[in-house]
């Protein structure tokens, strides 16, 4: 089960304090320490040089390992008082004030932030009562995310209605959450007890979302390496191909695919897999005269009807 982000940020602000205690500290003896495994201590020290005390790039934690022992070289650089300038303290007064507000925080999270807010805004001054005058309302996706956040910490079952684009439909489904991750919008993968498989669901089309009082228990599966990105199609999808015009040449920036070649009138012949080649039928409704799906015919074919029912729809207007 992957950490949330919440533990993993508190886990972080710890580790700051005890390696500034224990210079060349074993990679083992930190990771037992601290209940984790040594590779999700290699990930946090991964992180925390590009954490710091100044948001303009300065002034960054010089920490490294070597595999067995851990070095930061810079503890007394950031060890000075924090001097915040008024657009930083403004920032972040604002930021803090939004995250408070999040369903799905725990309490004492809750009141810890409230009481770090109160010093800051103390501490800063006149910047403060600026920041009053801003505010920040989190959209529902901020509320989803809260949501499988608490769900992934207590290890719960969640209640989905979620928006299917491929079928254009509500579902309702129970998940077992596995982890939050971004690839460009925010996701959660989970599985699925209505498909009885891994699913990965956009945190912006989930409709309604309710924390249930089941244990979760997805089975132990592998985390899939998403560093080449969400979509990645197997060898073994079935094959699609569009045929596009020059307005629609972004296809192939936008969908990882087999070859794309030119065609005369500046156009392209793109050939894709998926494992849900239905899922491109709205790919074709979006390219309108732009470009249309060549094979399978079956596809094609669904396009095209979805397209005349959508063109008679607006004649009965």
Same mark, same amino acid.
């Given at each position: 089960?992957?950490?949330?982000?919440?533990?993993?940020?508190? @886990?972080?602000?710890?580790?700051?304090?005890?390696?500034?205690?224990?210079?060349?500290?074993?990679?083992?003896?930190?990771?037992?320490?601290?209940?984790?495994?040594?590779?999700?201590?290699?990930?946090?020290?991964?992180?925390?040089?590009?954490?710091?005390?100044?948001? @303009?790039?300065?002034?960054?934690?010089?920490?490294?390992?070597?595999?067995?022992?851990?070095?930061?070289?810079?503890?007394?650089?950031?060890?000075?008082?924090?001097?915040?300038?008024?657009?930083?303290?403004?920032?972040?007064?604002?930021?803090?004030?939004?995250?408070?507000?999040?369903?799905?925080?725990?309490?004492?999270?809750?009141?810890?932030?409230?009481?770090?807010?109160?010093?800051?805004?103390?501490?800063?001054?006149?910047?403060?009562?600026?920041?009053?005058?801003?505010?920040? +309302?989190?959209?529902?996706?901020?509320?989803?995310?809260?949501?499988?956040?608490?769900?992934?910490?207590?290890?719960?079952?969640?209640?989905?209605?979620?928006?299917?684009?491929?079928?254009?439909?509500?579902?309702?489904?129970?998940?077992?959450?596995?982890?939050?991750?971004?690839?460009?919008? +925010?996701?959660?993968?989970?599985?699925?007890?209505?498909?009885?498989?891994?699913?990965?669901?956009?945190?912006?089309? #989930?409709?309604?979302?309710?924390?249930?009082?089941?244990?979760?228990?997805?089975?132990?599966?592998?985390?899939?390496?998403?560093?080449?990105?969400?979509?990645?199609?197997?060898?073994?999808?079935?094959?699609?191909? #569009?045929?596009?015009?020059?307005?629609?040449?972004?296809?192939?920036?936008?969908?990882?695919?087999?070859?794309?070649?030119?065609?005369?009138?500046?156009?392209?012949?793109?050939?894709?897999?998926?494992?849900?080649?239905?899922?491109?039928?709205?790919?074709?409704?979006?390219?309108?005269?732009?470009?249309?799906?060549?094979?399978?015919?079956?596809?094609?074919?669904?396009?095209?009807?979805?397209?005349?029912?959508?063109?008679?729809?607006?004649?009965?207007?």
């Amino acid at each position: 089960m992957a950490a949330n982000a919440i533990d993993q940020t508190r @886990r972080m602000l710890s580790l700051v304090t005890y390696l500034r205690e224990r210079p060349g500290a074993h990679v083992a003896d930190v990771a037992r320490a601290f209940g984790i495994t040594e590779d999700e201590l290699i990930s946090d020290l991964d992180v925390l040089p590009m954490c710091g005390t100044s948001f @303009r790039g300065g002034d960054l934690l010089d920490i490294d390992t070597d595999g067995d022992r851990i070095w930061w070289h810079n503890p007394d650089d950031v060890a000075a008082p924090l001097r915040l300038a008024a657009d930083e303290a403004t920032a972040l007064l604002v930021a803090a004030r939004a995250v408070a507000t999040l369903p799905g925080l725990r309490e004492s999270d809750r009141e810890a932030l409230l009481r770090a807010t109160a010093k800051l805004e103390a501490a800063a001054g006149e910047a403060a009562g600026a920041s009053s005058r801003l505010s920040v +309302t989190f959209e529902s996706e901020g509320g989803v995310f809260a949501e499988v956040d608490r769900a992934i910490s207590e290890r719960k079952r969640l209640w989905l209605r979620y928006y299917s684009p491929a079928r254009d439909e509500l579902t309702e489904r129970e998940v077992d959450p596995i982890r939050l991750f971004a690839v460009g919008h +925010t996701y959660m993968e989970a599985w699925c007890r209505l498909s009885e498989a891994r699913r990965t669901f956009r945190l912006d089309r #989930v409709a309604e979302i309710r924390i249930l009082d089941e244990h979760a228990a997805p089975p132990e599966l592998e985390l899939r390496d998403l560093s080449e990105g969400l979509v990645q199609p197997s060898a073994d999808d079935p094959e699609v191909v #569009v045929e596009v015009g020059p307005g629609g040449r972004w296809v192939a920036e936008y969908y990882p695919h087999d070859k794309a070649e030119e065609l005369p009138d500046g156009g392209l012949r793109i050939t894709l897999r998926t494992p849900d080649p239905a899922s491109l039928r709205r790919l074709g409704l979006r390219l309108g005269s732009d470009g249309r799906i060549v094979a399978p015919v079956a596809l094609a074919d669904s396009a095209r009807e979805a397209a005349a029912a959508a063109l008679a729809a607006y004649d009965g207007i």
